[in-house]
C-alpha cells in the first residue's frame, strides 16, 4: 500500500518489524524483499511520484569551494526513486582489488571480501534490469565482441571488461506497482525523517521523528531501522539526531561520520591517433542478446596499479571535447548550441570556455553549417534510440573525424578523511541544520590519472600503430576542470571491521546501535572505478536476506499500526 503521510493524524505513532528511510535504489531494493510473509515493513519516503521543488529545496546546502563540487541540491533527486529518476544506468560490479588493504592506498581495504558480495550481484543485476550479469567480453555475446582497437593487445590493460547499461531504470515507476499490492509493506510518501531518536540507555534507536512540509509530525518505532538516504544524506541525518551518549550526533563517536567523501576524478584528456582502417575501432555501444547495450573499456590491471602504486581506473576511447569547436564536427557542435535542453547534471560539463561565448557559438554555428544533414540525422536517430525508445541508447556516440579520438578516463579516489561533509549553520524548511559540502582531491587521485594515460601512451608506441599525446598538466586540468564527478556519492559513512576504523560494520550495522543499519554507498571504504549503483543494490539486497532471517524469530505482525485520519489502522 502506498499512502501520502498528510493523510496521518497529527503526532500519530507509527510501529513497524523494520522501518526503511529513503525510496531510492537502496530502499526499494529491501522493500521488495518484504512483499510478503509476516513482517510488518514501512517505507518513509521524502518525496512524492514527480519532482516537487520544496522537496528538492531540502537538499540545498553549502559547498566550501563551488568550482569543486555542485551544489548539493543537484546530482541527486528528493523523490520517490530518488536519483534512479535521473542516472545514466552504467552497471559495473566492483572489481577483487576494490575489496584489498592496498600499502600503496592509506585507508583502503573491506572487512568484507569480493565473495561476500558475489551472490548477491546477480540478483542486482536483474533489478537494475541491465541483462544477465556477464561482464567479460569473450562472454557476453555469441561470438564475442567486437575489439575496441583492433589487434592491440596491452599489457597494462584489460580490454575484456565491459560496463551494461540499465534501462536506465527508475526504481519507483518500475515497481511501485509491487510495492502498492502487498499486504505487508507501507509506503509513507511526503514523510520526512527528521531525526533518529536513540533510546535513553543508548546502543539502540528508539524511535524516528517525521515531519511533512506542511508541518504534520508523526514518528515510528521499529524493531529495526534501515537509512537508506543516499550518500549526502545519509551522514546530515546521523549528524543532525542527537541524545545522550551520541553528543556529536548518532554513530559518530569517534568523529567518523561524514569523512571519507568520495566521488570519482573523471574528464576526457589527451589526442590518441589510430593508424588503422575505421572498422578496426569500435568506440561505442553493441547489443548483447538480451537486448542490453554493453560496452568495452580498457581497465588498467590489478598487477599494474601494484607496481605502479595507483587507484584503481577505466579509459574509453571517445570524442574530442564538445565545448571546443575546434572539433569541427557538425554533430558536436549541434549538441553544444543545444545544451539548455539538458538537465544541469548532463549540461554541466557543457559549459564553454569563460568570457568568449559568442565566438564560441558563432564557430559552432559555422561547423552546423558545414554539414547540416548530419546533425539533423543525428538528432532524429537520437530521439528514436533514446527519447522514445525503453531501452535508452546510453549516451552520445561520435565518431571524430579522422580516427583522433580523446580518452574519457574515470577512475578511483582515494579514502581521505579531510574529504567529508558537515552541518551547516543554516537550517532546512523543516529545521534540519542543512549540509556542508567540502571534497577535496589528492595527489594520488591525479597520478593514477597520469600514471594511466602515460601507460596507455607508451603501450600504444611499443605496438607502433597509434600514438597517445597526453600532457600531464593538461591531464591534471581536465580532471579537475569541472571538479568531482557529480553523482557518485561514496565513503561517508564507511565500513570498517572496527568502531575506530568505520562507522558500520562488514554487516552494514551502525557500530555500537544494535538496530540501525545502513544501505548506501556510504558505506563504501573505497570508490573503485565502478560506478556504485549495481554494488549498491548488492548490498541491500545482502542487508535485506541478514534482516529477513533476523526477523524469521520474531511474532507475526498484522501490518505498521498506521494511524490515518478517517482510516484507523489503514
Ligand atoms: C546524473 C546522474 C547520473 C548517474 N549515472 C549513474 C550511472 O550511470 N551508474 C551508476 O551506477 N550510478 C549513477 N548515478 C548514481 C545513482 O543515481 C546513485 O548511485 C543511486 O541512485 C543511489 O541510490 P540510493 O538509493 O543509495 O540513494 P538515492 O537515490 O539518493 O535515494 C535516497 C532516497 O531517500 C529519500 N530521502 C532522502 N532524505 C530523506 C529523509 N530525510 N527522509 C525520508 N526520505 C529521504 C530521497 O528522496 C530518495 O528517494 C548517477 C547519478 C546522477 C545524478
Known amino acids: 500500500m502506498i499512502l501520502d503521510a498528510e493523510t496521518l493524524e497529527h503526532g500519530a505513532s507509527l510501529e513497524a518489524d523494520l522501518c526503511i528511510v529513503g525510496g531510492g535504489a537502496a530502499g526499494i531494493a529491501i522493500a521488495l524483499q518484504f512483499l510478503r510473509g509476516p513482517a510488518r515493513v514501512l517505507l518513509v519516503e521524502s518525496g512524492q511520484h514527480a519532482p516537487h521543488a520544496a522537496s528538492q529545496a531540502l537538499y540545498a546546502g553549502e559547498v566550501v569551494d563551488p568550482a569543486l563540487h555542485s551544489p548539493p541540491d543537484t546530482y541527486r533527486q528528493r523523490q520517490f526513486g530518488g536519483s534512479t529518476t535521473l542516472w545514466g544506468g552504467r552497471c559495473i560490479p566492483l572489481d577483487p582489488v576494490d575489496f584489498r588493504a592496498r600499502p600503496w592506498m592509506p585507508h583502503s581495504g573491506w572487512p568484507i571480501g569480493p565473495e561476500t558480495l558475489a551472490p548477491w550481484y546477480p540478483a542486482a543485476n536483474m533489478l537494475c534490469e541491465a541483462g544477465e550479469f ?23 590493460f584489460s580490454a575484456d571488461g565491459i560496463e551494461r547499461f ?73 549528524l543532525a539526531s542527537r541524545g545522550p551518549g551520541h553528543e556529536d550526533g548518532v554513530g ?25 582502417p575505421r572498422e578496426m575501432v569500435q568506440p561505442g555501444y553493441e547489443v548483447a542478446g538480451d537486448g542490453t547495450y554493453i560496452r568495452r573499456r580498457l581497465h588498467l590491471t ?69 554539414d547540416p544533414f548530419s546533425a539533423t540525422d543525428f538528432a532524429w536517430t537520437m530521439l528514436r534510440k533514446r527519447r522514445l525508445a525503453e531501452r535508452k541508447f546510453p549516451s552520445v556516440i561520435v565518431r571524430p573525424p579522422g580516427n583522433v579520438y580523446s580518452i574519457d578516463f574515470h577512475g578511483e579516489q582515494e579514502p581521505n578523511p579531510a574529504s567529508r561533509v558537515t552541518l551547516a549553520e543554516a537550517s532546512d524548511a523543516l529545521g534540519m541544520p542543512r549540509l556542508r559540502v567540502d571534497w577535496r582531491w589528492t595527489e594520488g587521485d591525479i597520478r593514477t590519472a597520469q600514471v594511466s594515460f602515460r601507460l596507455l601512451a607508451e603501450e600504444l608506441a611499443r605496438w607502433g600503430k597509434g600514438s597517445l599525446e597526453a600532457d600531464p598538466e593538461e591531464i591534471a586540468y581536465d580532471m579537475l576542470r569541472d571538479g568531482a564527478y557529480g553523482g557518485h556519492h561514496i565513503g561517508t559513512t564507511r565500513m570498517g571491521a572496527t568502531p575506530a576504523t568505520g562507522v558500520v560494520d562488514a554487516d552494514c550495522r551502525v557500530h555500537g546501535m544494535a538496530n540501525l543499519w545502513i544501505a548506501s554507498a556510504a558505506v563504501f571504504p573505497t570508490s573503485s572505478q565502478a560506478n556504485p549503483t549495481l554494488t549498491v543494490v548488492a548490498l541491500a539486497l545482502r542487508l535485506a536476506a541478514r534482516l529477513k532471517q533476523d526477523m524469521a524469530a520474531m511474532p507475526a505482525g498484522t501490518g505498521p499500526d498506521l494511524k490515518v485520519a478517517g482510516q484507523p489502522g489503514g
Open 252 to 276: 559518530n563517536a569517534r568523529g567518523l561520520v561524514g569523512r571519507y567523501y568520495m566521488c570519482h576524478i573523471a574528464g576526457t584528456s589527451g589526442r590518441l591517433r589510430l593508424d588503422l
Open 302 to 370: 590489478e598487477a599494474a596499479q601494484e607496481k605502479h602504486g595507483v587507484g584503481n581506473a577505466v579509459m574509453r576511447l571517445h570524442f574530442p571535447r564538445i565545448p571546443d569547436p575546434a572539433h569541427g564536427s557538425s554533430v558536436l557542435s549541434g549538441l553544444y548550441l543545444a545544451r539548455r535542453l539538458l538537465p544541469y547534471e548532463y549540461r554541466k560539463r557543457l559549459a564553454g570556455p569563460e568570457g568568449m561565448e559568442f565566438r564560441t557559438t558563432l564557430r559552432h554555428l559555422r561547423n552546423l553549417a558545414s
Open 166 to 238: 540499465s534501462l536506465p531504470t527508475n526504481f519507483a515507476a518500475r515497481y511501485s506497482h509491487r510495492l502498492a499490492a502487498s499486504e505487508s509493506l507501507r509506503v509513507l510518501l511526503g514523510a520526512n525523517c527528521t531525526a533518529i531518536e536513540p533510546a535513553p540507555e543508548g546502543g539502540r534507536v528508539r524511535r524516528l521523528l517525521l515531519r511533512t512540509l506542511t508541518g504534520r509530525e508523526a514518528s515510528v518505532s521499529a524493531a529495526q531501522v534501515v537509512l537508506a538516504t543516499g550518500g549526502l544524506e545519509t551522514p546530515r541525518l546521523l
Open 134 to 156: 556477464d561482464y567479460s567480453a569473450s562472454s557476453a555475446m555469441p561470438g564475442g565482441m567486437r575489439p575496441m582497437i583492433g589487434g592491440f593487445a596491452p599489457r597494462d
